[in-house]
């Protein structure tokens, strides 16, 4: 799997390719949970991706999921800084 590829994924889907529910994902990238190190052996086995790489991109879709969340729980904050 590429990196684009596993960005544009729905829960759904990773699901789906993980045997890890969406709940699980959902909370990964919300900031709730963090994947343990052999969760994420399984993830990447599953994804064919080499763990450092899903370790990167886990971490850069939650980055992404936290500043969207952060907008849309303060627009007036977010349109007076922009």
């Known amino acids: 799997m590429k990196k ?15 045997g890890a529910s969406y709940t699980h ?3 990964y990238f ?7 190190l052999t969760t994420l ?3 990447s086995d599953a994804l064919d991706v080499p763990l ?3 370790c990167e991109w886990v971490a ?3 980055d992404t999921t936290m500043k969207r969340l952060k907008r ?11």
Do not use: D, V
């Open 60 to 62: 850069e879709r939650r």
């Open 30 to 36: 919300n900031g709730g949970n963090s994947p343990t």
């Open 4 to 18: 684009q590829e596993f960005m544009e994924k729905s829960l759904r889907e990773l699901e789906a390719l993980t």
């Open 72 to 82: 849309s729980r303060h627009p007036a904050q977010t349109a007076q800084a922009g």
């Open 25 to 27: 994902w959902m909370r």
């Open 41 to 43: 052996e399984k993830y």
């Open 52 to 54: 450092g790489e899903l």
